[in-house]
């Protein structure tokens, strides 16, 4: 072959970086090298049989692909050869030559990235990670209905060289040179028999193409069967039966989590898995995970919810959105129906009946499956709740609350009395009977409800209080309305309802006392709120703000910040503690000095506007106010 054929390039330098990692990586669990290689392998098998039921001019047979493994103990070589498309000379750049677009690398800053342990451990790297093994990349392919192939050569982080190459048949071949042993690494046992069916078992045991490799058995000798001589033979070293068409009895914890991190599925472990197999009216197989932690981009346009489709165990969708509603679009997995077509659009299959079905069956399957946590397992279920909890509070809410009844008993808010997340089942059986509503206060944070005075008078009458400290908890309240029966109600709502008759006429009568000065105060706050009343929920502080109409003034502050900002206001009430020495100063300013009492209106509006968390209306206004009592 001509010197000038080869072509010799640097690898872009992303990728460049990867293998600096690779290469010099102190990961310990370096044998995920040949899940990666054997991954890549059997992807491209299922090129090969996509394209071959899409195409009628290819037949596949079966028995043409496989992916095999051959070891060469005296060069130190592992060849892994599959059958499967192929690549281009421009896929082999493309593909090799820089490192999958996983964003794997761009999120990541370089301090975590320095010992590679948690980039190997968290994302798997693909085909870069045989450098963890070799210090050599031989890879000889040819693509699918192309006359030539190539060969791509790399010795690590200096580049690599392409040339063109005869290879007779369409597929790769990947020859590692094992490193030689250090003093801390073994590199050896890649090249052993016995480790190398154990790699493969352990990774790769569902892989639906046979992986082939010679292995020495024991035989009895022809001429006297009581001797034995070694032989070697080709066996299909994995099972191939895919893992979610085994039975649950069969598979341990382990084998979901080795699942879940060959799929890819999350950088994590998964916090919880469901497998399902049915056999009625809807004849499906699937095996559902629960992330540890959120994704990366759970929040933003990229993240696509959606379960890997497969028909009869060939995969017909990588993220079919239809089989998970959007609350619980967290979840990752596989299903399998062979009721499925396998020649089916996108659009045909999102009015498909069976997968209707089987979405709705998915659905209550995960449902179940939380509730269950839910009540055997409370650890993992508020860790999940932490993680994807609001995701129910929005599946509760969106939809006009189509799916409350679903998802109400999934719900936990932290509460005063106990101190920590509860259910509102058990808020509710621990209601005193003359309680009538599930009390709620709303808030950034704990610390700031505890210390909200509105939540002073409910608190005082031994009323287990919800705090709210997501945006969108009041929103889903407002549409479940009520649980079991028991309307919710919010600590700053106008009218709790709590006083006893004495205590109502009391309140009628300081009404009474007090009309002259509040009315006087209302005027002056024209505009801002609707009405200043007595307080009767207050004990230490001088005033605060409620509301009075179906928008609470946090639902305002909320609304306010939204793209179209809706200019929706809450009807506030601000209501005075006539317990309370400002009070009697209120009252002297309304006889001897009128300027002062809309001073202190002024003063005292706003600062139960603080207290709320909403700003001062007019800080430069507020602060001149603050130096005239002061003066
Ligand atoms: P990923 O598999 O996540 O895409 P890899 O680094 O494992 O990332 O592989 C990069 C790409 O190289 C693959 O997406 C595929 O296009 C190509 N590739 C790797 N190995 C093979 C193979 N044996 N046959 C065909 N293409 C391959
Ligand atoms: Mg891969």
Redesign the pocket.
Known sequence: MAVDKVERKDFKAESKRLLDIMINSIYSQKEIFLR??I???S??IDKMYYKALTDDSIQFDQEQYYIKIERNQNNRTLKIT?T????TKD?LEN??GT??K?GSLTFKNENEIKDGHDIIGQFG????SAFMVADKVTVI?RAHGQDEGYKWVSEGATGYTIEPYAKDTAG?E?TLQIKANTEEEKYDEFLEEHRLQEIIRKYSDFIRYPIKMEVTKQQPKEDNDQEFEEVTEEQTINSMVPIWRKSKSELKEEDYHNFYMEK?YGFDKPLSYIHINTDGAVRYDAILFIPENMPFNYYTKEYEKGLELYSSSVMIMDKCPDLLPDYFSFVKGIVNSEDLSLNISREILQHDKQLQLIAKNIKKKIKSHLQSLLKDDREKYEKFYDTFGKQIKYGVYSDYGMNKDDLQDLLLFYSSKEKKLVTLDEYVSRMPEDQKYIYYATGDSNEQIEKLPQTELVADKGYEILYFTDEVDEFAIKMLMSYKEKEFKSVSSGDLDLESEEEQENKEKLEKDSEELFSFMKKELEGKVKDVKVSTRLKSHPVCLTSSGDVSIEMEKILQTMPDNPDVKADKILEVNVEHDVYNALKSALEHDKDKLKLYTNLLYNQARLIEGLPVEDPVEFTQNMSKIIV
Request: aromatic share 8%.
């Open positions: 990666e290689l991954s890549n392998a992807d491209a599959d499967g498309i192929g690549m896929e593909n090799l490192i999958a996983s790297v693909g085909f870069y392919t790769t990947i890819r």
